[in-house]
């Protein structure tokens, strides 16, 4: 059999995995990693976002000073990128280099499971390698800093990734435990965030329990991971004493609630959903897209087509083309995870597409399948053409990394701004203790303040003994002023992380605020403008506002910054 029949391998019908030095792939491996840490932190630390870049920072900053969610604090998501991150700030301190660094760790590794998807999937070292390092400039580059939805995507790449590596591993019991630990790692990726996790879950299921032989065997292995993934979660949740109702109102009800708005808004129209992903391909102006959408349906339809009709003349032949469909469908899949994700989140299309080039790779491999195929059955000039389609789509994949690149990465138009590095040379003197890595520079249209306020903000509070509340997106300063966080959600988002006003735990919230106002000491409470970026002001919260006024016995101001001074 000619060697392109052997090298691609289909997600659900795996058998070996190809061999090459293991020399070679664990340089592959250190590469890929350096490629991905390299490019996050030289883009990560441009500019700052603070809506959507202080979330983990807060959290990670509460869990480091002992506070449990649902117990101390609220979140609909983002546990496990709170704790890593966590762990990070303990051991190089509460600084911004500390914040990118977990990040850009996470993309090295992000690079790296690409690169064993796509090994695992049929590609030689070569192939995967440069795909892999195509994927390290989509998944953290775009954003920066550690955030959930980037956290998911890696973790559900990886469940993927231990999907593909038990079906194809030649050891029995590294068969066994990579099945049983599958249900741990879609774990990881849920409890990052729920979407795109919940797009990634069938579709590393299906590889793991495609039927076949040992099937009832693999069942069981992956039940018993989920049943033991369950007790250690019901474990850690009865020792940290968590508060399950409002586990359940905050983590399952409130983003349940929020993504059922969004779903009642686009899937009952599938004409616009076709509309805002072809809106999404012109947004971006990727070929790779087109490549994968629409080829790789028709492609699965015809390989498996040709393969049911090869099936007795050319068996060998009918399972390479079988594989190809494999291939197609698997490319499809991981495109379309991208799409929901889109489609379902407020946040910007452009972090939304870290398995587009993963996705073009396995489509390059279901075409060489096909061809190899097609020289097996006589066909003249398939190895040819599938030698040229292998180089268009390098081509094509060169071309979209690049300009992704200079649209996205370079611009930092995830974090609403436009770079201009001027404006962060101007601006390094000023910036406070622990932001010395970040490179100034923030959205104009949603904050006002400078480095120099901030840093001023940050010295006051520190000279201070008592608790603050900020009311403010800007988080990140009850780290970087060594307080204690007292906002009783991470961020404040209406109908996510606060109860809607008609909710009856809306009145809950309000009472964590008086609470903390009559027993922790809280006498200064800062205020970030007339409101948030999302509009939240004091005001919101008509009993606790009505105690902050009366108990007011003066004001400090930081540039938009007010800061109450309360009495006993």
Not at 77 to 91: E, K, R, S
Request: hydrophobic share 50%.
């Amino acid at each position: 059999m000619q060697a392109t029949l052997a090298s691609p391998r289909p997600p659900a019908l795996p058998t070996e995995a190809p061999r090459s030095p293991a020399a070679l792939r664990h340089a592959a491996r250190a590469a890929l990693f350096a490629i991905g840490v390299a490019l996050s932190l030289a883009y990560g630390r441009r500019g700052y976002m603070p809506l959507d870049q202080s979330i983990v920072f807060d959290g990670g900053w509460r869990l480091l000073s002992g506070q449990v969610p649902f117990r101390d604090f609220h979140a609909p998501n983002g546990f496990v990128p709170h704790l890593i991150q966590a762990g990070f700030f303990a051991v190089l301190g509460v600084n911004w280099f500390a914040y990118c660094l977990h990040a850009a760790v996470v993309n090295g590794l992000f690079a790296v499971v690409a690169f064993e998807v796509l090994f695992f999937a049929g590609s030689k070292p070569a192939h995967a390698f440069f795909y892999a390092a195509l994927s390290a400039l989509v998944l953290y580059p775009p954003f920066g800093v550690p955030y959930m939805d980037q956290h998911a995507f890696f973790f559900s790449l990886l469940a993927v990734a231990v999907a593909l590596a038990a079906r194809t591993s030649a050891r029995e019991r590294a068969r066994r435990w990579l099945f049983f630990a599958l249900p741990w790692v879609f774990a990881l990726a849920y409890l990052s965030k729920q979407i795109p996790s919940v797009f990634v879950f069938p579709v590393a299921l299906a590889i793991a329990l495609w039927p076949g032989p040992g099937f009832v065997r693999r069942l069981a292995l992956v039940a018993a991971g989920a049943l033991a993934v369950a007790c250690a979660l019901a474990l850690v949740l009865a020792l940290l004493e968590v508060d399950l109702a409002r586990l359940d109102y905050y983590f399952r009800e409130l983003p349940a609630q929020e993504g059922g708005r969004r779903i009642d808004k686009y899937v009952p129209n599938l004409r616009e959903a076709s509309q805002r992903m072809g809106r999404t391909e012109e947004r971006f102006g990727l070929w790779a897209i087109a490549l994968v959408r629409v080829p790789g349906p028709a492609l699965a339809f015809v390989f498996g087509l040709a393969a049911w009709a090869a099936r007795r003349r050319a068996p060998e032949v009918g399972r390479a083309l079988l594989r190809s469909a494999g291939l197609a469908l698997f490319a499809v899949a991981l495109l379309f995870v991208c799409f929901g994700f889109i489609a379902l989140t407020s946040n910007q299309a452009e972090i939304g597409m870290p398995y587009v080039f993963v996705s073009l790779a396995l489509i390059d491999l279901a075409i060489r399948g096909g061809a190899g195929a097609a020289i097996q059955l006589g066909a003249r000039g398939g190895r040819y053409a599938g030698s040229v389609l292998a180089l268009g789509f390098a081509c094509v994949a060169a071309h979209d990394a690049w300009r992704f690149n200079e649209d996205v990465n370079e611009t930092r138009t995830v974090n609403d701004i436009a770079w201009d590095p001027s404006i962060a040379e101007r601006a390094a003197a000023d910036l406070p203790e622990g932001l010395e890595f970040l490179r100034w520079q923030v959205p104009e249209r949603m904050v006002k303040y400078t480095p120099a306020d901030l840093r001023g903000l940050i010295a006051y509070l520190r000279s201070r003994p008592e608790n603050v509340l900020l009311v403010s997106d800007a988080s990140i300063v009850y780290g970087l002023a060594g307080k204690r966080s007292m906002a009783p959600s991470l961020w404040f988002h209406p109908k996510l992380t606060i109860p809607p006003p008609e909710s009856p735990w809306f009145g809950d919230y309000e009472d964590e605020l008086i609470e903390k106002l009559e027993r922790e000491d809280l006498r200064l409470v800062v205020l970030e403008g007339e409101k948030t970026w999302i509009g939240r002001k004091l005001s919101d919260w008509p009993r606790f506002e009505a105690l902050v006024l009366a108990r007011t016995r003066g004001e400090v101001n930081f540039g938009p910054f007010r800061v109450l001074e309360l009495g006993p």
